[in-house]
């Protein structure tokens, strides 16, 4: 069965710094597809960044972009020039390309000290 | 456009009590999916659905039902409500084709206490 862990818990930034959070994986599976998610206080779930596993190229969406070691089996999140509004759950996230399952790490709470 | 929206928000029901928990989008998604979320962990799926009149189990499906008679409409029922059920439960729906066939939209949640 396929996995999604990460590491940290907690972290903390201070504002307009860099932070990285970390997700590592599990799957023998080839097609798949990686996420990173936000959860702010409300506890609406937002999508932040996708990466498709046969793309080689890293995703970037404005201040966001991850890191992606597809032989590791890792996956990690950057955040640059982190702003207050940035502080929430971020949870890693994993679906098969034929599968409607999303499997979902315990989340890594950030916190942005200004 | 409302998007995602869940009924009820909140709702405390009593062991053995049971409800429904309704779920509507407005984006014309075929794809439904019904998880509950505890603390310290993830999302976990319970059920799903990819199209209407259809509907699968997930991670988590004992304990709970699922319909989906409307395409906007996906329906979770819990018939005799359990301590171990309680926990906030999200919706979210996402379209079967096009470049954002990816993405699911999430509902607002809906936090259930049984006690």
């Known amino acids: 069965a396929q996995t999604v862990t990460q590491s940290q818990p907690e972290m903390s930034v201070q504002e307009a710094e860099t932070v990285t959070l970390s997700c590592t994986y599990d799957?023998?599976?080839?097609?798949?597809?990686l996420f990173w998610y936000k959860q702010p206080p409300s506890r609406q779930m937002i999508l932040v960044i996708r990466?498709?596993?046969?793309?080689?190229q890293n995703a970037t969406e404005n201040r966001f972009s991850v890191n992606f070691q597809k032989a590791a089996k890792s996956f990690s999140l950057k955040i640059s020039d982190s702003q207050l509004g940035d502080a929430a759950m971020y949870f890693c996230?994993?679906?098969?390309?034929?599968?409607?399952?999303?499997?979902f790490g315990k989340g890594t709470k950030l916190t942005v000290n200004p | 456009n409302a998007g995602v929206t869940q009924t009820p928000k909140f709702r405390v029901l009593k062991t053995g009590q049971s409800m429904t928990l309704l779920c509507a989008q407005d984006?014309?998604?075929?794809?439904m999916y019904w998880y509950r979320q505890d603390p310290g962990m993830g999302l976990r799926l319970i059920h799903y659905s990819v199209g209407e009149g259809t509907t699968a189990k997930g991670e988590v499906p004992d304990g709970y039902n699922v319909s989906r008679l409307k395409k906007q409409n996906f329906l979770l029922g819990l018939e005799s409500a359990a301590p171990s059920q309680t926990s906030v439960y999200f919706c979210?729906?996402?379209?079967?084709?096009?470049?954002?066939?990816?993405?699911?939209?999430f509902g607002p949640g809906t936090r259930l206490t049984v006690t």
């Open positions: 990466q498709e596993a046969y793309k080689q």
């Open positions: 799957t023998s599976e080839s097609d798949y597809y």
């Open positions: 996230a994993y679906r098969s390309g034929g599968s409607e399952k999303l499997v």
């Open positions: 979210a729906s996402r379209t079967s084709g096009g470049p954002s066939s990816y993405e699911q939209y």
């Open positions: 984006m014309n998604h075929e794809y």
